[in-house]
């Protein structure tokens, strides 16, 4: 198969994956209006075409929190990364590294921190979730700083897991699930073999560091559904701001009030995003909740975005919305799955190149200049 595009990994990775590992990377919540509006609006988003501005020379280099970014592109954190690839937040941590961008560490990754960390030539970031285990999250902030990880990502739009009907489906949940699963891995031997056999151990890293015990596949599903804490407010959540003294950014945000809000709590930076249309089915897109909440803190917080991404082009599009930088999800996974570390690199060697094309085309010659006057 010919790989030019996400689209590509996507549908090589549909083939490769057991069906319940690829149905809970691709799907979202309820009937999946807000996955679809998370692409399509952000296709919708027309610039203006611009000729004979000289732009040979072009710099896609930012700046986050004090740090020089080759890309305005970061890896975010994915749960169960080291489930589509053997040790795949080692690969992924690897190549970001290389490419001189960050990568975010889910709290349920199958690699724990520390293995991560120690293998990445470039700090790595790290995300965490409002849990009910306060110890947990005391335990695993504690670790990160001692490994010199220095920007933690808070994940605040998972109070409850989204109603994510594939996963009944697929194998992920539901009934005989974990007999579904180990026939799904039977027939698809690619997979059985570079993850399934190779790539123990299969549990979640982080949270197995803190138990003192496996915390496996058959758990993960319990174990979130048991800690998410639907009741936290902005001020249950001081104490972490209290000890944490790198950079802070708020991941889930979605309206402007919220951003103020995440100001005002002494964040550094927000993600405006609706976690890839997998919780509030019927919530805005980020295409379309971006430019109001750019409106509110542009300039007071390092705003990001994720959601949607497919291209350079949409890279560029979410920079003109507003967005210092954007964060690639599913598209990173869906290369990681097919071809390992060497998936992401060209993928994200595919992504400079349609920015630099995008770039050309709207007569910008920096990522700097990239704001809403490119829009059509």
């Keep these: 198969m010919i790989i030019s595009s996400a689209t590509d990994y996507r549908e090589a990775a549909r083939r490769k994956l057991p069906p319940f590992l690829f149905h ?3 799907g979202g919540s309820g009937t999946e209006s807000t996955l679809r509006a998370n692409v399509g609006d952000l296709q919708e988003v027309a610039l203006r075409q611009r000729v ?3 732009s040979e020379k072009l710099d896609l280099s930012t700046e986050w929190f004090g740090v020089k970014q080759d890309l305005p592109i970061a890896l975010a954190p994915i749960g169960l990364a080291g489930m589509y690839a053997r040790r795949g937040e080692v690969q992924a941590a690897r190549v970001a590294a290389d490419r001189n961008i960050p990568f975010i560490q889910s709290t349920v990754s199958v690699c724990p921190l520390q293995e991560v960390a120690a293998q990445s030539a470039r700090p790595i970031w790290c995300q965490l979730y409002v849990l009910k285990d306060r110890g947990f999250m005391r335990d695993y902030l504690r670790r990160a700083r001692e490994l010199g990880i220095k920007t933690l990502v808070f994940t605040v739009d998972m109070p409850v897991p989204g109603a994510r009907y594939r996963d009944a489906h697929s194998g992920m949940s539901g009934r005989n699930g974990p007999l579904r699963r180990v026939f799904q891995a039977m027939t698809h031997p690619r997979w059985a073999f570079d993850v399934g056999v190779f790539g ?9 560091a803190y138990r003192g015990n496996p915390t496996g596949l058959a758990d993960y599903i319990g ?3 048991a800690n998410f804490d639907p009741g936290i407010d902005w001020s249950d959540l ?20 919220d951003a103020r809000d995440a100001k005002a709590f002494g964040a550094d930076g927000i993600v405006v995003s609706n976690h890839g249309g997998r919780q509030l089915d019927g919530a805005q897109s980020t295409a379309k909740a ?5 409106d509110a803190v542009k300039g007071d917080l390092t705003i990001f975005a994720d959601s949607g991404i497919r291209t350079g082009l949409d890279v560029v599009r979410l920079l003109a919305l507003g967005a210092d930088g954007v964060l690639i999800g599913r598209a990173f996974i869906y290369a990681l799955a097919v071809g390992g570390a060497a998936g992401v690199r060209n993928l994200l060697a595919i992504l400079e190149k349609d920015m630099r094309t995008s770039m050309v085309l709207t007569g910008v010659k920096s990522v700097r200049d990239i704001d809403r006057k490119i829009l059509a």
């Design 24 to 26: 809970y990377l691709d």
């Design 52 to 54: 004979l501005k000289g």
């Design 200 to 208: 123990r151990p299969h549990d979640l890293g982080n949270i197995s």
């Design 223 to 225: 174990w979130l559904a």
């Design 238 to 257: 001081q104490w972490i701001r209290d000890e944490w003294n790198g950079p802070m950014i708020i991941k889930g945000i979605l309206d402007a009030d």
């Design 290 to 294: 971006l430019p109001a909440i750019a």
